[in-house]
T-cell receptor
Framework: GNSVTQMEGPVTLSEEAFLTINCTYTATGYPSLFWYVQYPGEGLQLLLKATKADDKGSNKGFEATYRKETTSFHLEKGSVQVSDSAVYFCALSPFSGGYNKLIFGAGTRLAVHP | EAGVTQFPSHSVIEKGQTVTLRCDPISGHDNLYWYRRVMGKEIKFLLHFVKESKQDESGMPNNRFLAERTGGTYSTLKVQPAELEDSGVYFC????????????FGPGTRLTVL
């Protein structure tokens, strides 16, 4: 079946530190992969996505590369800010393109301190 | 353009009572999804509408949950009677059509069953 596993939080970093949040997946076929972010008091927002192997999604300084050989989609940012404090969710959509349900990981809470 | 809206933002009810959650998708979006996050765990898919038809309701936990989408616009999710384990955050998402796999999420409804 399809599933997503991401590192447990919370992750606590100082401002300007390097961030990695690990995400691995299990899927049959060729899924699309996503990172969603939920800021305090807000809904989920799409942060970035990749729809095929070796694609790199990027947005707001965050990056993630779709690695089919390691079934991973790790989220990275070179220098985090206090405003990046949020919960980050890795997700997959079982089929590339088309409409279908998202399968999420458990979420990783990031706290960035000045 | 208005985003996905959900009402209420919070609901606190007693076990055995009925609660109805509402979701208004982005105008023109045919696809509407319901998800929920229980006890800080992963966000789980509940069901998917295409216009007014249920495309996939494989995630609905039991027959105490009833979802409708009258006229293919807004949707309601009714829980009757509510149980303690129904507590969590219920998210709604919408997407435009079959060639788009980005889902846009609402802020969620936090349901507490006492």
């Amino acid at each position: 079946g399809n599933s997503v596993t991401q590192m447990e939080g919370p992750v606590t970093l100082s401002e300007e530190a390097f961030l990695t949040i690990n995400c691995t997946y299990t899927a049959t076929g060729y899924p699309s992969l996503f990172w969603y972010v939920q800021y305090p008091g807000e809904g989920l927002q799409l942060l970035l996505k990749a729809t095929k192997a070796d694609d790199k999604g990027s947005n707001k300084g965050f990056e993630a590369t779709y690695r089919k050989e390691t079934t991973s989609f790790h989220l990275e940012k070179g220098s985090v800010q206090v405003s990046d404090s949020a919960v980050y969710f890795c997700a997959l959509s079982p089929f590339s393109g088309g409409y279908n349900k998202l399968i999420f990981g458990a979420g990783t809470r990031l706290a960035v301190h000045p | 353009e208005a985003g996905v809206t959900q009402f209420p933002s919070h609901s606190v009810i007693e076990k055995g009572q009925t609660v109805t959650l509402r979701c208004d998708p982005i105008s023109g979006h045919d696809n509407l999804y319901w998800y929920r996050r229980v006890m800080g765990k992963e966000i789980k898919f509940l069901l998917h509408f295409v216009k007014e038809s249920k495309q996939d309701e494989s995630g609905m936990p039991n027959n105490r949950f009833l979802a409708e989408r009258t006229g293919g616009t807004y949707s309601t999710l009714k829980v009757q009677p509510a149980e303690l384990e129904d507590s969590g955050v219920y998210f709604c998402a919408s997407s435009p059509g079959s060639t788009a796999d980005t889902q846009y999420f609402g802020p969620g409804t936090r349901l507490t069953v006492l």
